[in-house]
């Protein structure tokens, strides 16, 4: 099948040795992608101010009619004892995570996103990725995935509009996601292509 072959070519593109397990810090831009410089300090006028936590950012500019930007983030928060790491991710860092009420289960709003996948790499770190597409008046597509290493819970949001190709889709997020830290892709990733959103 063709989303198959794609699969395995991302995750061939994300083993290579320049890439494969080097770190969010060292992390190079995929073909198409270039490095936005963070600027620290008080913000100016209507900009907004740069996160603490923000490690990197690339935006992809490839494309007359596709617009992407990655961010990656490095949080030092630890998630609450007995709290499960889909949870925390969404009522830390998703646009609507202050709405989840503190009896409502993990199941309640998991049909927030249109692909969820919590799971562990050999390592033993919890991860959770999920995508949805965004409400607004231009189509875009969010896709973000946490994984918990250590003292460092790592965040990489890649905001994409409209859409783009499910074979570029799928190497970047074996690129940015799990290359980094040498982690597995979940079984179920693809992109959001007709996908509406759920919200």
């Not at 992390?27 to 270039?34: N, S, T």
């Not at 030092?76 to 709290?83: D, L």
């Not at 925390?88 to 860092?93: E, G, L, T």
């Amino acid at each position: 099948m063709p989303a198959d072959a794609a699969r395995q070519r991302a995750a061939a593109a994300a083993r290579a040795p320049d890439r494969w397990g080097k770190g969010y810090r060292a992390l190079k831009p995929p073909p198409g992608f270039h490095a936005v410089p963070i600027t620290r300090g008080a913000a100016e006028d209507g900009e907004l101010e740069t996160p603490a936590d923000l490690v990197a950012r690339f935006e992809y500019d490839d494309h007359e009619y596709i617009s992407a930007v990655v961010q990656v983030f490095d949080h030092r928060a630890p998630r609450p004892e007995g709290q499960s790491l889909f949870r925390h991710a969404a009522r830390s860092f998703d646009a609507n995570g202050e709405d989840i009420p503190d009896d409502a289960e993990d199941d309640s709003f998991v049909n927030w996103f249109d692909r969820v996948a919590e799971f562990q790499d050999e390592k033993g770190r919890s991860i959770v990725e999920w995508a949805y597409v965004e409400k607004g008046c231009e189509r875009a597509e969010l896709y973000e995935r946490f994984i918990e290493d250590g003292e460092h819970l790592w965040h990489v949001s890649m905001e994409v509009m409209p859409t783009a190709p499910e074979e570029d889709l799928l190497l970047w997020m074996a690129l940015f996601f799990d290359a980094p830290l040498a982690g597995p892709a979940p079984a179920n990733r693809r992109g959001l292509g007709e996908g509406k959103t759920t919200r």
